[in-house]
């Protein structure tokens, strides 16, 4: 267990020259980049935004004393971390809060060994800093918490206060990009907002900003690989999907905008887009096992074509 101070204070006097440095050094600190995602994140309930359902049963169990062991689930970005950090932080107050609180990751702090020393030694922590025996198993007493996907307009309205916040020049219609390429995740859309500023220096984002930091493909580059394969040439599906890996766009950002697509495509019945969407399938299985993006998008493409020619 370890505790950090913020700050320290030392009676005496300093020569000129090192009250200068310690001052710059204060500055250098200050000026310190902090990620907009803990910068901005809620540091009490009152701050979570749009789970009320969860945020309510959350406030009543902290004033009654009677918080059971919580499991949380739910969408990324949508505020599950960022509720119980808040939680915790009224439950313990500022002072108890980090010695509280052990956050691990799932990923990579699995094993065995892991809940025989973390988890164990922190589960025998007292509130007074003494050892008890080990505490109820997480099944006896546990509370489910869903998280609900936030609506655009939610999102919208939490961009829109930070790029007031950071003095950000961001149109409507930039935002309404940024939320649609991050996929309703806030967390992922307010990390593109500040990767955006600070590639810009802090001058009007455009919705191109937004796409090439999210690596997004360009629907004009789509339409291509599309109408390639509607021409049954396999000469220039060829140059399309060269240009497009040499352009530096990911097979499986493709991928998931093809899948978007194909499903809306009314030249296509649902026979053909099955057979699509089963091949973009071992695709994206076949990537995640490393294999290589032009042959892979080659054969997709190949699928794609064969069932445009069957519908024309």
């Known amino acids: 267990m370890q505790a950090f101070l913020k700050g320290t204070g030392v009676i005496g006097t300093k020569p000129a020259k090192e009250k200068a440095a310690a001052g710059t050094s204060g500055e250098n600190k200050k000026q310190k980049a902090v990620p907009w995602v803990e910068k901005y994140r809620p540091k009490c309930m009152a701050e979570v935004a749009f789970q009320e359902e969860v945020v309510a049963v959350l406030k009543k169990s902290l004033e009654g004393a009677d918080l059971p062991n919580l499991l949380f689930y739910g969408p990324p970005g949508t505020g599950k971390t960022s509720t119980i950090l808040a939680a915790a932080r009224e439950l313990f107050g500022p002072e108890l809060y980090r010695k509280r609180i052990l956050e691990l990751n799932a990923s990579d702090e699995r094993g065995i060994q892991v809940v025989r020393e973390k988890v164990k030694n922190f589960a025998q922590l007292a509130v007074a800093g003494t050892r008890t025996e080990i505490i109820e198993p997480l099944t006896s007493r546990c509370s489910k918490f869903r998280f609900k996907p936030l609506t655009d307009r ?154 445009f020619t069957q519908s024309s």
Request: a negative charge; aromatic letters at 2%.
């Open 154 to 307: 939610i999102q919208e309205k939490r961009l829109q206060d930070i790029c007031e916040k950071e003095n950000v020049q961001c149109s409507s219609e930039t935002i309404a990009m940024l939320i649609n390429v991050s996929e309703g995740d806030l967390r992922k859309a307010i990390t593109y907002l500040q990767c955006a500023t600070r590639l810009t220096g802090g001058k009007n984002i455009t919705q191109q900003v937004i796409i090439e930091i999210a690596g997004v493909v360009p629907t004009e580059m789509i339409d291509s690989l599309l109408a390639a394969c509607h021409s049954s040439s396999f000469e220039k599906l060829e140059t399309v999907v060269k240009n497009m890996i040499n352009e530096g766009y990911a097979a499986t950002q493709l991928i998931n905008q093809l899948h978007e697509v194909i499903i809306d495509k009314e030249d296509l019945n649902d026979q053909q887009k099955s057979a699509i969407t089963l091949k973009l399938a071992e695709v994206d299985k076949c990537l995640a096992d490393g294999a290589d993006e032009y042959l892979q998008m080659i054969s997709l493409s190949a699928v794609i074509m064969q069932q």
